[in-house]
């Protein structure tokens, strides 16, 4: 993802996080919130040290992204996303972390209409 399409600052997670709605499973929370004005997706990971060690973590990180550059056009733009992993994702493979992001993603209704069954 590029630069720009990352939530980096502490203020604007907490933005997120004040104003989004979150929904959750087992593996990952969702934090969602409509930005006016804006035409892309943008980010944010947070991958606590209680899910693993740094190689753990990294991975995690790396599959997440990748989810979100697989299904960016299916994403509902000019939205924040804030994704947090829960334990479980650790022990999960790529396509384990696609399937349940998909999940969370149908539930936070966030994925265009065409796409959602």
Known sequence: MKKEQRIKTTEEFSQVFKNGHSVANRQFVLYALPKEGQ???????????????????????????????????????????IVIARKPAATMDFFEVEKSLLHVLKKAHVLKKSKQR
């Open 39 to 81: 035409s892309f997706l943008r980010l944010g990971l947070s991958v606590s040290k209680k899910v693993g060690n740094a190689v753990i973590r990294n991975q995690v990180k790396r599959y997440i992204r990748e989810v979100f550059r697989l299904k960016e056009e299916d994403l509902l733009g000019g939205n924040d996303y």
